[in-house]
C-alpha cells in the first residue's frame, strides 16, 4: 500500500518570502501523479499543482513549484513571494496512473499548516 | 475543471439519526469518491462510488452505515446512519475528470456535528 508522510505539522513564512513544504512518499509502483492541495477554513480541498512521475521536469504554477525526486520518493513544494491568502492547510497527495476503479484513489498526507506572518 | 457541488453545508444532527449529503458535478467525470476528514485530520477514503452498482467501501468502513448511491455519471449521495458523536466530521465528495482523468476535484464539504 502507498503511504504519504509530510514531517512538518507547522510552517511559518513571512509575507514575499520563500517556503518549502516537504513531503515523501512510498509505493512500488512506477507511474503515478503526485499533488499538493491547498485547504483553507472554509474546507474547499484546491488544487495547487500536480506533477506526473514520467516527467523529469519539475512542475511549476506561477509561484508555486516542485522538487520531485523520484529515486528519493520525494516531492516537497516551493511556494515564492508568500501572501496572506496562502495561509491554509497542505496536503500532499499520492495516485496511482491505473484508471480502474479504486486505485485511482488518492493517498493524503497528515497535512502541514502554513502560517503567513506580516 | 469540474464544479462539484454538496449540501448540505453543515448539519447538526440528533444521535440516532441519518443524514443524507448529496453530491452534483457539472459535467461527466470517471470515478467518484467520499472522504472523511475528522477534527485537525486528513483525509481518509470511505469508499469509492460505482455508477449503477454497489459501491467499494475501504476497510473500516462497511455499507450499512455509510449507504452509498450514484444512479448516474454526475451525482451520488452518501448517508451517515444511525450517527454518534464519533460520526462528527467533514465529508467530502471527490471526482475526477473525464477529460483528463488524473487530478481529483472537491466538493465545500459538508460538516456534521452529531449531538
Known amino acids: 500500500a502507498q503511504t504519504v508522510t509530510q514531517s512538518q505539522p507547522e510552517m511559518s513564512v513571512q509575507e514575499a518570502e520563500t517556503v518549502t513544504l516537504s513531503c515523501t512518499y512510498d509505493t512500488s509502483e512506477s507511474d503515478y501523479y503526485l499533488f499538493w492541495y491547498k485547504q483553507p477554513p472554509s474546507r474547499q480541498m484546491i488544487l495547487v499543482i500536480r506533477q506526473e512521475a514520467y516527467k523529469q521536469q519539475n512542475a511549476t504554477e506561477n509561484r508555486f513549484s516542485v522538487n520531485f525526486q523520484k529515486a528519493a520518493k520525494s516531492f516537497s513544494l516551493k511556494i515564492s513571494d508568500s501572501q496572506l491568502g496562502d495561509a491554509a492547510m497542505y496536503f500532499c497527495?499520492?495516485?496511482?496512473?491505473?484508471?480502474?476503479?479504486?486505485?485511482?484513489?488518492?493517498?493524503f498526507g497528515t497535512g502541514t499548516r502554513l502560517q503567513v506572518t506580516l | 475543471s469540474a464544479v462539484i457541488s454538496q449540501k448540505p453545508s453543515r448539519d447538526i444532527c440528533q444521535r440516532g439519526t441519518s443524514l443524507t449529503i448529496q453530491c452534483q458535478v457539472d459535467?461527466?467525470?470517471?470515478?467518484m469518491f467520499w472522504y472523511r476528514q475528522q477534527p485537525g485530520q486528513s483525509l481518509t477514503l470511505i469508499a469509492t462510488?460505482?455508477?449503477?452498482?454497489?459501491?467499494?467501501?475501504e476497510s473500516g468502513f462497511v455499507i450499512d452505515k455509510f449507504p452509498i448511491s450514484r444512479p448516474n455519471l454526475t451525482f451520488s449521495t452518501l448517508t451517515v446512519s444511525n450517527m454518534s458523536p464519533e460520526d462528527s466530521s467533514i465529508y467530502l465528495c471527490s471526482a475526477t475528470s473525464r477529460v483528463t482523468n488524473t487530478e481529483a476535484f472537491f466538493g465545500q464539504g459538508t460538516r456534521l456535528t452529531v449531538v
Open positions: 497527495a499520492y495516485r496511482s496512473a491505473r484508471l480502474t476503479g479504486t486505485a485511482s484513489k488518492l493517498t
Open positions: 462510488a460505482n455508477q449503477g452498482s454497489e459501491a467499494t467501501y
Open positions: 459535467s461527466q467525470v470517471t470515478m
